[in-house]
């Protein structure tokens, strides 16, 4: 990218940065502590999917993972794991556990195809189970949205069953997720891996035939 000539010196903050190592051995550190709990909670959710009897989609394998990490999720860092994981054409069946950095932890199942139908029945048939837990519907035009809040997800509370039927009528696909916020004190204790399972546990009602 080209700048204009008047804003190509740098100053004496954006110096500062640049000049400091110590800010950038701190973020790698970091970065290898976020993975080493996400492989903790990914060791945690293959125990929890043992022998359980999901709703899973043709061709699912339980061995299927992904990790990834980037820069860039609207300009911020971002570490997430996709277990289980299965993308298989028009078919999706994932548990996702994001850190985006400067924003908050999501825990998300994305759930798109032939298992939707009876996931959708299982949300009205058994709504009270899943109400009450934290759990967020999302609202996105798209299953890649990961901001909370008004206009992006609708809490699922006991109150609002009708407004979340109107959301999912006609949908092929949904979200559902959790958020945790960065300052939150099962953060600094290291409990990522925890709330995820719990979050997972918080599901199955959905996920179960």
Not at 80 to 86: A, E, F, G, R, S
Not at 94 to 105: E, K, V
Not at 156 to 173: E, M, N, P, Y
Request: hydrophobic fraction near 40%.
């Amino acid at each position: 990218m080209s700048l204009p000539l008047d804003e190509r010196s740098l100053t004496p903050a954006e110096l500062a940065l640049v000049a400091d190592r110590d800010l950038f051995r701190s973020k790698e550190r970091t970065i290898q502590k976020v993975q080493a709990l996400l492989a903790t909670l990914q060791a945690g959710l293959r125990e929890d999917l043992a022998g359980a009897s999901l709703l899973f989609p043709p061709g699912f394998d339980p061995g299927k993972q992904q990790a990834v990490k980037g820069e860039r999720l609207e300009d911020c860092p971002y570490q997430y794991l996709d277990y289980p994981k299965h993308f298989l054409g028009d078919d999706k069946f994932t548990f996702r556990s994001l850190c985006w950095w400067g924003h908050h932890l999501v825990f998300a199942i994305i759930l798109e195809g032939g298992q939707v139908k009876q996931c959708k029945k299982n949300f009205f048939d058994r709504f009270h189970q899943l109400a009450g837990h934290g759990l967020e519907l999302s609202l996105a035009p798209t299953l890649w949205e990961w901001k909370q809040g008004e206009g992006y997800t609708l809490p699922i509370t006991h109150d609002r069953k009708a407004q979340l039927a109107a959301v999912l009528s006609g949908r092929t696909w949904f979200k559902i997720a959790r958020f945790v916020p960065l300052d939150s004190p099962a953060l600094r204790e290291g409990r990522l891996p925890e709330i995820g399972r719990e979050t997972f546990r918080s599901l199955l009602p959905l996920l179960t035939p």
